[in-house]
């Protein structure tokens, strides 16, 4: 499998990113500039955490106009699987490649730290290595992850099975507890915790690696 | 600037805060009356804060050399060789007066600051570390102003320095009255780099391009560095102007396009436009190679039009830096900037002349010799007296009612609670290195490259050093090594900041003196040399100084391992304590955290350190740690060994201990003798040994249990409470403080 990680000038968890596909997985990976629009060659692309073009206004509200994600809706459209984390997620919803919004965290100020997340759907090429309710520990990192939308998509998300983890106790107002979910297609996935930060057996544990090994054993399947 | 009009030349050295015999001497180098943009010039790179003028006599008293030191003082930051071919480049530094001035801001470009002068060196941050000190929460006078002072520096780190991308593994803070119209942040940085790709502050190479890149000059911060150097008065406040503006983002950008440009092989010298901004750059580059800078205004990026050369040349606008690049390749320059999005500009070129020649259209406007401006400013060697202090040598007469209320007093202090609710803000992971993050002994940044990881740890004692700035210096040496002898880290060199009062009253010099001759033994003795730092003086509001507050920040190095937590993690584990009990007196109670919190008092003299013993017990620890002989391992520092086994029992496993001592209980629980380290293990025999074979005395208190802390002095129980208790009470307390 060959991933591409974007690199957006802002992008700060493209290197961990990164390091988790290739020497915690030992898949190839290769870095994406933010102003190409050439995705040939990569099964998948990773859209990292950071802060895209500084971020300055909204969160991924400029990085949207970029050309390398022109390429990625692109990808997408064409079936590629996608997966944004913090940033990454951001900039999906942004580029209206997934529902909703990522507003200020309740409480205004950035938080980092671990928490629990519940598996809602293994029912995706991101969490079917995953047990159904298996409780990971990932890690958060973000000043605006508390996911927002309007009721008919929050019950559209549920109602046919998108929302893919929740937070056990809910860090940011995340409405219905949702810190990641997918596309209509189910192959775009944006989650706001950060599995590439608990991928090494030096790291707070390595319940992120599950999310990278669905991805796998996805595109195996695909290539059978 | 001439002598027709002295009232007003005595106002101009006075806006400038130079001397009139500053102003004689240079007359006399440049053999003629300055104008007023070389006046300007003249005055920020003499000022206290770019000159060292009050402190480098004593500074020199420092050791600055190892096997391991690649570069001492004096260069942008301290280098040292961790081995595999890798370096490190790290130092503290001091953003005090803009973070009393405006907070978020303030902190945030103390963050930028020091982060360019790592990546100036080429090395890429990997860390960073603050140590904040605020006046108390709960003041009925200061309180709301110090909760928001506390609440912007927090916010400004967090920030500048997640956007940036630099873990913010560690530090301190810290709460104390006299820090009430003067806190202080100092920020510490470090990173990591191959030895082949150390750049250096020279402006070599007659006929060179000096090259500015990054973000464009405005008028922001103009007179930062001479504001840095003066007391607080009650205008101080008129002063946010003064006050830089950061952009982590283009601090991003600057550092991938200065790392990328590094890698050409075009570039022979960079340096960072921090304090005193593009005068400082030009001049100190200059003055290291022995070159001068011939350049024009009219190149420089500006933000706002119409700005004179004086505004130009002073002013402190972020996210900037000069760099001279091999003649006939400043394209390839340009090319990564523009990769990056960011200007750069050829300003001018390097000359054989020595002197720093600045033209406005051609016209020259100020013409100075680089030496004088980075080396010649005054040295003075201040008077200096004994250490001031206002506390009475002889304690107080007390008797506890409960010690057992006077631990969980201690532990919901603001100054020993959980700092969770600061460090939570602080993207403590990103880069995914962080081995041991903030809330333990020491933090540990692994370097994936190597091997090698990377510990680090930020100490001071404002109260210790009150008490006796000598002993106090050494103690926090002694502290900072413990803390990374005890997660298995060899401490290997230290970066200083010395917060004090005003270097003109001779009781304050003498905190100085005595401040520096004290670091200077101790890191001496456990063998870290200094390898750069920052002085911050003219710490004072309204006449009142500051602690004498020198902070230092120790690096060491270890295998790269999983870390050993500093709580029980089961119940059934001997408690060992190296070094024994300790001893104490009411006299050296006094600096202690019982009797700030408990005795709202401060007397005596700090806790005796036998540096001899200290680096027996250190090496022992290093030893056991690292053979893997305990599950837990936790220095004992502010609140003694009450507090540490209190907080052993974070991970909600209980101890039941008995102390068997002579000394009155007070002393026995909550002395902070140093030298003692705090272990949870199955290997009492080993650990024995290895202590006997290093002539360190080690005691045995008892075992780790389920659920509740039991402490009993000679077979009496005085404390018998549940972990969860202790847990809560030290986890919220500094929220409630801050009412958030």
New interface residues.
């Given amino acids: 499998m060959k991933l591409g990680v974007v690199v957006f000038p802002g992008s700060n968890c493209d290197h961990d990113a990164y390091y988790a596909v290739t020497c915690n997985l030992g898949q190839q990976a290769d870095f994406v500039w933010h102003d190409s629009e050439n995705l040939n060659g990569f099964d998948a692309i990773i859209l990292p955490g950071g802060f895209s073009y500084g971020d300055h206004l909204r969160c991924g509200a400029i990085a949207r106009f970029s050309p390398v994600m022109r390429a990625v809706k692109k990808f997408a459209d064409a079936g590629g699987l996608v997966a944004g984390f913090c940033n990454g997620f951001q900039i999906l919803t942004e580029a209206h490649i997934l529902p909703g919004a990522l507003i200020r965290n309740k409480g205004l100020r950035y938080i980092c730290k671990t928490v629990a997340l519940e598996t809602v759907s293994i029912n995706s090429p991101f969490t079917n290595a995953l047990k159904p309710g298996a409780v990971l520990q990932i890690p958060i990192a973000h000043g605006e992850g508390c996911y927002t939308a309007d009721e008919a998509t929050l019950d559209q998300l549920a109602a046919e099975d998108r929302i893919v983890f929740r937070y056990k106790e809910n860090p940011n107002g995340s409405m219905r507890d949702i810190a990641g979910i997918l596309s209509a297609g189910r192959n775009v996935m944006g989650m706001m915790p950060h599995p590439e930060r608990v991928s090494d057996p030096l790291m707070p544990g390595t319940d992120g690696l599950g999310v990278f090994q669905s991805m796998l054993n996805s595109l195996a399947a695909i290539s059978r | 600037m001439s002598e027709n009009n002295p009232t007003q030349l005595e106002a101009l050295l006075k806006t400038h805060k130079l001397t009139r015999g500053e102003y004689e001497k240079i007359q006399q180098l440049l053999g003629r009356d300055p104008n007023l943009t070389e006046l300007g010039i003249f005055s920020v790179m003499w000022s206290e804060h770019c000159s060292y003028k009050s402190s480098k006599v004593h500074l020199k008293k420092l050791p600055t050399h190892s096997e391991r030191v690649l570069q001492g003082p004096g260069e942008n930051a301290g280098i040292i060789d961790i081995g595999d071919g890798y370096a490190i480049a790290f130092k503290i530094e001091s953003h005090n007066h803009p973070s009393f001035i405006e907070p978020f801001q303030g902190a945030a470009t103390g963050v930028g600051g020091i982060l360019r002068d790592i990546f100036t060196m080429g090395a890429r941050p990997i860390a960073v570390m603050d140590a904040i000190r605020f006046g108390p929460l709960d003041s009925e006078k200061n309180g709301a102003r110090n909760r928001r002072i506390l609440d912007g520096v927090v916010?400004g780190i967090?920030?500048y320095g997640?956007?940036?991308?630099v873990p913010t593994v560690g530090g301190e803070t810290v709460f104390e009255s006299c820090y009430d119209g003067n806190p202080l942040v100092n920020v510490f940085a470090m990173g990591v780099f191959k030895h082949d790709e150390i750049f250096y502050g020279q402006a070599t190479g007659v006929g060179n391009p000096v090259i500015y890149v990054g973000a464009r000059t405005g008028r922001d911060g103009i007179h930062g560095a001479s504001m840095a150097s003066d007391v607080f008065t009650e205008a101080s406040q008129q002063q946010r102007p003064t006050v830089q503006v950061g952009?982590?983002?283009?601090e991003?950008?600057l550092l991938?396009a200065c790392i990328e440009a590094m890698k050409t092989g075009a570039i022979v010298g960079i340096q960072d436009m921090g304090a005193a901004g593009l005068t400082c750059s030009t001049s100190e580059m200059g003055s290291r190679a022995g070159t001068g800078i011939d350049f024009d205004l009219k190149h420089v990026p500006q933000r706002e039009t119409g700005m004179t050369p004086y505004e130009i040349m002073l002013s402190e606008s972020q996210e900037r830096m000069l760099l001279v690049a091999e003649k006939g390749r400043e394209q390839e320059i340009f090319d990564v900037f523009n990769k990056?999005?960011l200007e750069s500009a050829v300003i001018g070129t390097v000359t054989d002349d020595g002197m720093l020649r600045v033209r406005d259209h051609g016209v020259v406007v100020a013409e100075i010799k680089n030496r004088d401006l980075a080396d010649e400013a005054p040295l003075y060697n201040r008077p200096y007296t004994k250490p001031y202090r206002d506390v009475p040598m002889d304690g107080p007469s007390f008797t506890s009612s409960s010690v057992e209320a006077d631990l969980l007093k201690l532990l919901a202090s603001n100054d020993l609670c959980s700092k969770k609710w600061i460090?939570?803000?602080?993207?403590?992971?990103?880069?995914?290195n962080t081995?041991a993050g903030p809330g333990g002994d020491a933090a540990i940044v692994?370097i994936?490259e190597t091997g090698t990881s990377i510990a680090m740890s930020l100490d001071g004692n404002g109260r210790y050093c009150y008490l006796d700035p000598r002993e106090g210096a050494k103690l926090i040496v002694a502290e900072c090594c413990r803390n990374l002898s005890t997660v298995g880290a060899l401490p290997v060199s230290a970066t200083n900041n010395l917060n004090f009062g005003n270097p003109e009253r001779p009781e304050i010099m003498a905190q100085l003196v005595e401040g520096i001759e004290g670091l200077a033994e101790a890191c001496k003795f456990f063998e870290t040399p200094i390898t750069g730092g920052n002085v911050s003086l003219y710490n004072e509001t309204l006449g009142e100084s500051i602690f004498p507050t020198p902070v230092v920040g120790i690096v060491g190095l270890l295998p790269?391992v999983?870390p050993i937590p500093m709580a029980f993690p089961k119940a059934g584990l001997d408690l060992v304590l190296l070094g024994g009990l300790g001893d104490s007196d009411l006299t050296h109670f006094g600096g202690t955290q019982y009797a700030k919190q408990v005795l709202g008092a401060l007397w005596g003299l700090p806790p005796k350190l036998d540096m001899p013993l200290e680096k027996r017990v250190q090496e022992a620890t290093r030893e056991i740690v690292r053979a893997n002989l305990t599950e837990a391992a936790h220095d004992l520092s502010d609140g003694g060994l009450a507090v540490a086994l209190a907080e052993g029992t974070f991970a909600g496993v209980g101890a039941d201990v008995d102390i068997k001592t002579d000394l009155r209980r007070e002393f026995a629980l909550f002395h902070e003798g140093p030298s003692r380290v705090l272990f949870a293990t199955s290997n009492v025999a080993q650990i024995s040994a290895i202590a006997e074979r290093h002539q360190v005395p080690v005691v045995v208190l008892g075992k780790t249990t389920a659920g509740t802390l039991k402490i009993a002095l000679n077979g009496t129980e005085v404390v018998h409470v549940g972990v969860d208790k202790l847990y809560h009470t030290w986890d919220r307390a500094l929220e409630e403080s801050l009412h958030v």
């Avoid at chain 2, 997640?162 to 991308?165: A, I, Q, T, W």
């Avoid at chain 2, 952009?247 to 283009?250: S, V």
């Avoid at chain 2, 460090?423 to 995914?432: G, I, K, L, N």
Wanted: with cysteine; hydrophobic share 30%.
């Fill in positions: 916010q967090s920030h997640n956007c940036f991308g952009d982590p983002f283009m991003k950008l991938e990056w999005g460090w939570e803000q602080y993207d403590y992971m990103v880069r995914t081995l692994r994936k790269t999983a």
